[in-house]
C-alpha cells in the first residue's frame, strides 16, 4: 500500500549539486520517521540522513554539511539536497520510511532507489 519513488539522479561532476526527491503515497510522511540511504559500489547500504516526525534531523559524518534532508508536508514529498559532490558520493540512492515517529525502530519501506554518479 506504501510506495516510495526516487527521482533527481543522475551524472554530476565532483563539486556539484543534485537534489533527489520521493514522492510517497499511502503514507503520511508528516507523521513518520524518514530517511536516505545509499549503496556505494562495493559497499553495504548505508544511511545518509534521517528525519523523525517532529523534524528532527540526523546526518552521518561523510555528508554532514554538504546535505540537507527536508519535506514537502502538502506534496507528501521527501527530499535531499547535496552539494560539494565527491567522487565517493557515487551511490543509488534511496528513500525509506519507518512505521513510527522515531527512527528508532527501524525502516519498513524502500524505494527502489535512484543512481548518483559523481565524476571528475
Known amino acids: 500500500q506504501v510506495h516510495l519513488v526516487e527521482s533527481g539522479g543522475g551524472s554530476v561532476q565532483a563539486g556539484g549539486s543534485l537534489t533527489l526527491s520521493c514522492v510517497v503515497s499511502?503514507?503520511?510522511?508528516?507523521?513518520?520517521?524518514m530517511a536516505w540511504y545509499r549503496q556505494r559500489p562495493g559497499k553495504e547500504r548505508e544511511g545518509v540522513a534521517f528525519m523523525q516526525s517532529s523534524g528532527s534531523t540526523v546526518y552521518v559524518n561523510a555528508v554532514k554539511d554538504r546535505a540537507n534532508i527536508s519535506r514537502d508536508t502538502a506534496k507528501n514529498t521527501l527530499w535531499l539536497q547535496m552539494s560539494s559532490l565527491k567522487l565517493e558520493d557515487t551511490a543509488k540512492y534511496y528513500c525509506?520510511?519507518?512505521?513510527?515517529?522515531?527512527?528508532?525502530?527501524?525502516?519498513?519501506?524502500w524505494g527502489i532507489g535512484t543512481l548518483v554518479t559523481v565524476s571528475s
Open positions: 525509506a520510511a519507518g512505521s513510527r515517529e522515531t527512527c528508532d525502530y527501524g525502516l519498513d519501506y
Open positions: 499511502g503514507y503520511t510522511i508528516m507523521d513518520h520517521c
